[in-house]
């Protein structure tokens, strides 16, 4: 393999990466505040791609379609938090999974019921069109504005949760919700907060998404799949662990796909096998 | 003058019934011991009265008002801190951030009141970049104390600061105690008779969830018929 072939490879398995981040990292921060395994993540993943090119079209500024979709989506897990999850903290774990499979079903039909059940294409905008030279080799101009917002929202995160108060408290309140309150916060307003967040990131990597593959109704159930072995991967509850993980599915995809082809489809799960077998608690996993 | 007052007060948790009834008074600027055996109730009575596991009838007074029905993240803000019994330092955040996030209002640890800390303390200055997960049994106990010290609260509640602790940190427990007693009022739950009758005011012995006896910690000290029958000294 050439030097060349070899960074353009890195760079699309690093997008890709970013792209699994993006799907994941919401998830992943919701558990390991809340507790709770939100199933609906896939189908809030699809809201965001199909909310996002819907407003980007709509709007005709591609900008203002994102923010306004991906803060939508916040919106709705934040309301799901105020007026559901809270009922069932500290209760059976069973009724979160119904309550979020119970979402799923209404989110996805919601979503064939507005745009239908068919596959949709969808159209760069003109600036994500192309490619560009880097180190002798040309590289998507799409692939490298995902590398750029998944940095961009990375660093975002590292500095929202390392440098804030708000960032102390989730870091606290991971750890000890009850030593939190006696501290005098009021941690279900972050619990909402954080909500938001996490809908947010859904969001954001569908939008992503969404340019690669195009729409489908199905998008929702298969990213579900992919973002529950990055968490398991990761080390359920571990943020950082997901983070992690996100990244080397996305080297693991785009090597294996490199050299075995045949076998791309499972690279996850070759990945999965293999951490679990020698970390059965996932990489940053402690339980 | 009280600046805590309980009555009658029970707490269930997960459908045991853990308090049965406690009343017992806390008074202004004295240091007030709670003592018993394992399982007496102490400590549920500090969360209690810190809202952590809310009384389910009876009433708790701070400063003359009733607070038995406020919520847990709202008892802080009246003037109240807790050292709870695990010492709960985050163990992800430094030990610096774990006391930044004791700060109630502003956003910094005033000068003068950080000043108050490491002069009780004087370790700590050398911890702040440290994470809590890195820090001693003992070291931990301090940063807990020290971070219930952030706000300049009235009522310090302090449940078995020397649980754990090596004879040489226990002194230097007493020592903190004993100089921090002379701005604030503290409730203390302690198994170490010797330590606690050593700073304490008044006491109050608990068994099977209620109070089985109180008055000044020199007629315990002096009594042990008392010390042998509640706390098997």
Redesign the interface.
């Known amino acids: 393999m050439t030097s060349q072939l070899f960074v353009n490879i890195l760079l699309s398995a690093l997008s890709l990466g970013v792209i699994y981040f993006l799907l994941s990292s919401g998830f992943a921060l919701v558990f390991s505040l809340l507790r709770v395994s939100n199933f609906s993540h896939g189908s809030l993943i699809m809201w965001g791609a199909y909310l996002g090119v819907y407003l980007v079209e709509a709007f005709s500024n591609f900008t203002l379609g994102l923010v306004v979709s991906v803060v939508i989506v916040g919106f709705f897990l934040a309301l799901v938090e105020y007026f559901l999850f809270r009922r069932l903290y500290g209760g059976n774990p069973l009724f979160e999974l119904l309550l979020t499979f119970g979402l799923i079903f209404i989110l996805d039909e919601a979503v064939k019921l507005v745009w239908g059940a068919a596959l949709i294409p969808v159209n760069k905008p003109d600036f994500l069109k192309g490619t560009v030279m880097i180190y002798g080799e040309p590289f998507a101009v799409l692939r490298l504005y995902i590398l750029s917002l998944g940095v961009v929202v990375c660093a975002g995160l590292y500095l929202l949760l390392k440098k804030t108060?708000l960032g102390?408290?989730i870091?606290?309140g991971?750890?000890?919700k009850?030593?939190?309150?006696?501290?005098?916060?009021?941690?279900n307003k972050v619990f909402t907060f954080v909500c938001w967040l996490g809908g947010f990131l859904a969001g954001l990597g569908g939008f992503a998404l969404a340019y690669f593959t195009g729409l489908s109704p199905e998008m929702g159930a298969s990213q579900l799949l992919n973002v529950l072995v990055i968490v398991v991967v990761g080390g359920l509850g571990s943020f950082m662990g997901a983070a992690i993980a996100a990244v080397i599915m996305g080297l693991a995809e785009a090597f294996i796909g490199f050299y075995l082809p045949e076998m791309a489809i499972l690279s996850s799960f070759i990945v999965m096998f293999i951490v679990l077998g020698i970390k059965p608690s996932g990489l940053l996993g402690e339980v | 003058m009280n600046i805590l007052e309980m009555y009658d007060v029970h707490t269930y948790i997960a459908g045991f019934h853990i308090l049965e009834g406690v009343t017992l008074t806390a008074e202004h600027s004295k240091l007030t011991i709670l003592l018993g055996r394992n399982g007496s109730g102490k400590t549920t009575t500090i969360k209690t009265i810190m809202g952590l596991t809310p009384a389910s009838s009876g009433e708790i007074l701070f400063q003359g008002k009733q607070i038995q029905r406020m919520r847990d993240f709202e008892i802080p803000w009246l003037g109240i801190a807790v050292v709870p019994e695990g010492r709960d330092v985050f163990s992800d955040l430094t030990v610096e951030e774990n006391l930044l996030l004791a700060v109630r209002k502003g956003k910094k640890i005033k000068k003068q009141r950080l000043d108050y800390i490491l002069d009780i303390f004087p370790p700590i200055k050398d911890l702040f970049k440290k994470k809590g997960k890195n820090l001693s049994g003992g070291e931990k106990q301090m940063v807990a104390v020290a971070r219930a010290l952030v706000n300049e609260d009235e009522l310090l509640l302090i449940d078995e600061p020397t649980k754990g602790l090596a004879p040489i940190m226990v002194e230097s427990m007493r020592l903190a105690l004993a100089e921090i007693k002379k701005e604030a009022t503290i409730i203390l739950v302690e198994q170490n008779f010797e330590f606690a009758s050593s700073i304490a005011d008044h006491f109050f012995i608990m068994e099977h969830g209620k109070v089985a006896c109180s008055g000044k910690i020199e007629d315990l000290v002096h009594d042990e018929a008392i010390q042998r029958r509640y706390l098997g000294v």
């Open positions: 108060k102390l408290i870091t606290a991971i750890e000890n009850e030593m939190v309150r006696a501290l005098g916060i009021n941690i």
